[in-house]
C-alpha cells in the first residue's frame, strides 16, 4: 500500500484501535476521534452494549496505551457516545 495521507477514524473500541494501530504500523498519521477521553468510561459504556466481552477489555486497554504514545496517532474526543448500539449474539 502506498498510501501517505491521513486517516480519520470515527469511534471507539476494539476495531477502531486495530485500524489504527495497523496504519501507525505502516507509518501512516492517523487521527482517532473518541466519544470519551477516560478509556474506563469508554469500556463501561462497551460493557452496557456488550456483556459478555469482558475479554476484548485488557487488549483494548493495551491498545489505547501503545496508540497514546505514538506520534502518528493523535486522539481527539468530543460527542456523548450516542451511536447506535450494535448487536450482540
Do not use: W
Not at 16 to 29: F, T, V
Not at 70 to 80: N, Y
Request: net charge positive; hydrophobic share 35%.
Amino acid at each position: 500500500m502506498d498510501f501517505k495521507e491521513l486517516v480519520l477514524i470515527l469511534g471507539g473500541g476494539l476495531a477502531s484501535y486495530g485500524a489504527a494501530q495497523e496504519l501507525k504500523r505502516r507509518g501512516i498519521k492517523t487521527i482517532i476521534s473518541l466519544p470519551y477521553a477516560d478509556l474506563e468510561e469508554e469500556i463501561r459504556r462497551l460493557h452496557a452494549y456488550y456483556p459478555g466481552e469482558r475479554q476484548y477489555h485488557d487488549p483494548l486497554r493495551k491498545l489505547r496505551r501503545e496508540l497514546e504514545k505514538s506520534p502518528l496517532v493523535q486522539m481527539v474526543f468530543g460527542g456523548r457516545g450516542g451511536g447506535s448500539p450494535g448487536k450482540n449474539g
